[in-house]
């Protein structure tokens, strides 16, 4: 069996950055403002932080507006609410997002459908998941357009192939699995969607070609549920003590890397891998907003 594959996902979302900078001096030279994108950030929560940071790193690389309204954890409901319909009706924010999650008094259902889905860059809007569903043009959720992205520029194959995603969430596992399914490519896949209350795990990861790990749970997949040969996608992100790195932790995914990249014949790792795409898709996302691209 040769080397694994490791997918380089800082270098792919770098490729796509500079294509959205190209477009973004575009707009300018035509006289148009710079994409903007707003994010709602609520709490200390310190990976909600490092998301949101590296958001707003990543507007000013490729040319965007970004703002940022942070709100203690005690804010409530309906302050939340009359920011969102501030920022709905704000002809100045192409597109922002509400970082999740939320403290256990505010409604995340709510939240989301209040916000306007033309601005709707996380692609959480019910109208938003609905056409991703029947393959109507919408903002798609950025984890899995990046998974997408990924699948496309190393070519894997997917028509036909067994893809089992681990996990059921409504920001990853769930849409993940509509969108291999769909027709065409990256689609055409038999998926199949594992969650908490599976029978059989072992046996049905060991049957995948394509295995895609959302399922939040460190170095959850160990090397004896790979196939040889298969393609496994980290989606995972956990920070571990380490007291030899600078910032005292350091970053796994829901894959036993080590062992598992020796059966694979592609692997994303964590970190580098899923997550900087998550980011660029969201940056896609805030430019077709300010080009009005899929709402008019
Ligand atoms: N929390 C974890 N991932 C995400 C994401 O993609 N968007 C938002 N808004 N919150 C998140």
Do not use: W
Not at 45 to 72: H, L, M, Q
Not at 92 to 110: H, M, N, R, Y
């Amino acid at each position: 069996m040769s080397q694994s594959v490791i997918i380089d996902g800082k270098h792919l979302a770098d490729q796509l950055k500079s294509e959205i900078a190209v477009e973004v001096k575009k707009m300018i030279d035509q006289g148009y403002n710079p994409p903007h994108l707003a994010a709602i950030l609520v709490g200390e929560d310190p990976a909600s932080e490092t998301y949101v940071n590296s958001k707003e790193k990543a507007c000013k690389e490729v040319g965007f507006i970004s703002s940022i309204y942070r709100f203690e954890s005690g804010i409530g409901e309906k302050k939340l609410l009359e920011t969102i319909d501030f920022l709905n009706n704000d002809e100045e924010i192409d597109g922002f997002i509400v970082q999740l999650p939320l403290p256990e008094d505010i409604s995340v259902d709510k939240v989301l459908e209040r916000i306007k889905p033309s601005k709707d860059v996380d692609g959480f809007h019910p109208v938003n998941i609905g056409k991703m569903v029947i393959n109507m043009p919408c903002y798609l959720p950025a984890t899995p357009n990046g998974i997408l992205q990924i699948i496309e520029k190393y070519k894997i194959p997917t028509e036909g192939k067994n893809c089992v995603v681990l996990g059921r969430s409504n920001i990853v596992g769930t849409p993940i699995s509509i969108l291999l399914s769909r027709k065409g490519y990256p689609g055409n896949a038999t998926v199949t969607l594992c969650h908490s209350k599976t029978i059989g795990l072992k046996e049905i990861c060991r049957n995948a070609d394509i295995l895609i790990a959302a399922i939040g749970q460190p170095e959850f997949v160990k090397a004896d549920m790979v196939k040889e040969g298969a393609v496994v996608i980290d989606v995972g992100i956990h920070r571990i003590a380490d007291s030899s790195k600078k910032s005292g932790f350091r970053l796994i995914g829901d894959v036993d890397f080590s062992k598992v990249s020796l059966k694979t014949s592609m692997i994303s790792p964590v970190p580098g891998g899923v997550g900087p795409l998550t980011i660029v898709s969201l940056l896609q996302n805030t430019l077709k907003a300010a080009r009005k691209e899929i709402y008019k």
